[in-house]
């Protein structure tokens, strides 16, 4: 039974923090990726599209040449900035009613559209406000 115990401990303390991932910003991400896997990209990924699909894909096709870093923090890394990019994505969608009660006409202004919802957040919903930090923009 202890060596179940330790095994699990160690299997737990090993994998990858979802909270991590959950409030890694798109610039940790990306100075993880570029530390960890920047030498393998250059060499195994050159002319790919750098978005975080085609990257993982390159990654993952190569991964008999990526070094062992490389192979440990670019699933993190990748899946901290998807989150990012969707998070962005379903803002508009989860914050509607801000956007046309309490920003007016700033709501076309990306920007102005952003900064009208973090100045209103304590009249935002909460599902707005969640959106809002998900998507990394406090």
Known sequence: MTR????????????????????????????????????????????????????????GRNQDVVSAKCKTDYPQALGAIQQRIT?????????????NKLCGEVRYDPVKGIQCLLDSTKKATPNCNKAISAAGYR
């Open 4 to 59: 179940i115990r330790l095994f699990l401990f160690i299997i737990a303390m090993s994998a990858p923090s979802l909270a991590a991932a959950q409030t890694m910003k798109f610039e940790e991400a990306g100075a993880m990726l570029a530390a960890s896997c920047g030498k393998d990209i250059d060499d195994n990924c050159r002319g790919v599209n750098l978005d975080a699909t085609r990257l993982r894909e390159c990654l």
């Open 87 to 99: 998070a962005r994505t379903s803002l508009v969608k989860l914050c509607n009613w801000e956007l």
